[in-house]
T-cell receptor
């Protein structure tokens, strides 16, 4: 199930389940979105991206859905594995002169064997 | 190759020390970034370099001094830091800072502890 801790929302799933991690973004002018995976003590690792002219993009075991109407982004992980346990951040690209990324608060995914 | 390297991996320093963090990428990217990340928080942007020129400084205290000696290297010079500056410092690069759809790649970070 999903719970909101003091600092980081956590999603706990069983191995083999499908996981859905959600993200709300704030700027309707954002034109590019990235999902990153960050394991403990490591830097954020690129997972998948999507441009604002798309609704869905699929990778290997991952799918990103973009709903611009409600400014919502989701990351679906199929057949979740213990190695998927990490913190997942969404990031939106805000175009204002120089393009910079603004990160969401992050969701911790815990996968039990 | 999408690798951004950072050294050192860990750094412990006193408040009177001077130290430097280093970042390197060989992807031909012309935009490089420094972020600060506290535990269980998202990365916070500190500096952006575009074509070796400082483009964005997010009101970072002067005890942090960035430097971009060439298009592959980015340094962060540290002096007179405070214990609250302890964090994971991340370097990132992107093909171009003005292109909105380029992927940004991160290094592994330097874990800094200020005593």
């Amino acid at each position: 199930g999903e719970s909101v801790g003091l600092h980081l929302p956590t999603l706990s799933v069983q191995e083999g389940d499908n996981s859905i991690i959600n993200c709300a973004y704030s700027n309707s002018a954002s034109d590019y979105f990235i999902w990153y995976k960050q394991e403990s003590g490591k830097g954020p690792q690129f997972i998948i991206d999507i441009r604002s002219n798309m609704d869905k993009r699929q990778g290997q075991r991952v799918t990103v859905l973009l709903n611009k109407t409600v400014k919502h982004l989701s990351l679906q992980i199929a057949a979740t594995q213990p190695g998927d346990s990490a913190v997942y951040f969404c990031a939106e690209n805000r175009r204002s002169g120089y393009s910079t990324l603004t990160f969401g608060k992050g969701t911790m995914l815990l996968v039990s064997p | 190759d999408t690798e951004v390297t950072q050294t050192p991996k860990h750094l412990v320093m006193g408040m009177t020390n001077k130290k430097s963090l280093k970042c390197e990428q060989h992807m031909g990217h012309r935009a490089m970034y420094w972020y600060k990340q506290k535990a269980k928080k998202p990365p916070e942007l500190m500096f952006v370099y575009s074509y070796e020129k400082l483009s964005i400084n997010e009101s970072v205290p002067s005890r942090f001094s960035p430097e971009c000696p060439n298009s592959s290297l980015l340094n962060l010079h540290l002096h007179a830091l405070q214990p609250e500056d302890s964090a994971l410092y991340l370097c990132a690069s992107r093909r171009d800072s003005t292109s909105s759809t380029d992927t940004q790649y991160f290094g592994p970070g330097t874990r800094l502890t200020v005593l």
